[in-house]
């Protein structure tokens, strides 16, 4: 696959990605501590290993047993530092730099962009109905989820719905002489929860790398409909798309789908509403602060 | 207004921070002058892909049709893509139309007849843009790659009809739109949903006859499954 993407706006990337000169051939100020961070990484991981090669060439065959977490051991062979630091602990230290360095500046794996676990998201969006070819809807959406963990989330949603009529319902009407009975969607509130096993990303173009997840939700709630003022239970399944455009702000592309149970003069008829819509979502806190730095 | 005012600072100072953050992070950045993408595997650039797709019209008030076909695409760039589909159609009556033609039946003409047309066959050239590539893991183990495209389409279709609705051939302009999940190299899911603008009579009216055939949209949803070859792929670079 790819590698190397990285968001615009915060500049990701992988390791294998990590130059030493820039395009224009000189070295970058970045590329400075780099150097000084590999150098130290290659001295932490080379000098433990040279020496207990020297141990094992100049001490009596008893001292090859010593545990590595004893370097107090290895001052006898008589290696100390000016400072009265032995190699073994100098290179503890050079391996502790390193290691602080390379925290600055190499990447392993790319980080989320977005992080969700506990915090806030307020939605707010609208939507269009799909699949009822007698009246269509159009829904304000507003909810308020609150983030578990990274792959789940609960919340609260209401939706305020506005229905017409569609040309095919007025043709019934004017074609056939005939009035059908019509269920416009009203308002409702929904108790939703999510879960979004799927996290990615995508490019345009090479222009821009953008992470996203996906999510599924279900949840239940009541609703009012035009036919009588009762308020009706209903249920809600779906799935969205959640582009994570900022860290305090992102883009949901969703698709829901309404159950609930009409009354109409023939008897009880269950409802489908299928609606598909946009959302952004504003996150709280609108940062997120990582484990490590990078 | 107090309120109003406080409620605007805020939001001013959230974005602020949020914005500022993001200048700090790009500050230090070793990558600052790479490019965004590198070595792009191009599942699409260069290959041909044969899909076998399954297709239903959505929200129709009379009759439905379930359109099993076929579709090639040759991938000319990684982006860009011409093609054509056949589809043929299986009618299924709506359960409207049922009621209205036992109702008009009974109640104002008992020669009534519901009769509505329905799409026979469909076949159209298209060409194809995906503007979106991307991948993703599923449940944190399973890869995999995925497009979003656009096709814009121009072909013919077949209407179905009976004695009082007339059949015949219209041209057939379509949009549409979906998502290609790229199970292995070969194999992907294909998702779409488009806009069919065909001119037909859609059905009778109450005296019997039939009014003056229009232009409607229809939408149509469609699952495919697709092949791509040859088996390679190109990288960008």
Redesign the interface.
Known sequence: ??????H??????FAM???AM??RGSM?R??LP?LVAVVLCVAAVFLPPATAAAQAATEPPDAAASSPDQPAQAAPVGDATPAGKSHSSLSRELAEQGEAELQ??VRVFQQRYLLKAHRLEVMLGGATS????WVHHYAADASLLFHLTERWAIGAAASRWFGSETT?FN??QT????F?EKSELQAGGFGEIHFS?????????????LQ?D?YVLAGGGALRTSRNTDIKAAGEIGGGVRIHT???LTLALELKDILFSEQFQTGDSLMQHVFVGAKIGLWIP??VQYRYQR | MKGWARILLLAVA??L??FA??AR??D??????????????QHRAGRSELAVQFGST????YSRNLLPGVRYDQHLYD?LAVGAEIAAGIPVETE?ASH?GT??KAR?NDSFTMSASTLKFLGSAHVGVA??????????AL?L??D?HLNLSFGVASVGGDPVVASGISLAPGVAGGVRLFLTRIVALNVDVGEIFIKRT??V??NGKA?GAQYSGN?IATLGLSFFLPAQTQR?D
């Open positions: 696959m790819d590698v190397g993407a990285r615009p706006s915060q500049g990701q990337g990605d990590v130059r820039d395009e970058s970045q590329t780099l600055k500046s799909l699949n009822d070819p095919g043709d019934v074609n056939y002489g005939l059908p096993p799927v996290f990615g990303k995508f490019t345009s173009f090479g222009l821009a790398v996203v996906a900022l860290r305090w609108p940062t | 959230l974005g921070s949020a953050q993001e992070a790009a230090d950045d070793v990558l600052a002058d790479a490019p965004v993408v590198r070595r792009l595997l959505i929200g129709d008030a982006w409207t209205i109702i008009i104002v503007p979106l590539t991307g991948k993703f893991v599923a449940f944190g890869p790659a995925f979003v859609l059905a009216e109450r009014p939408t960008a």
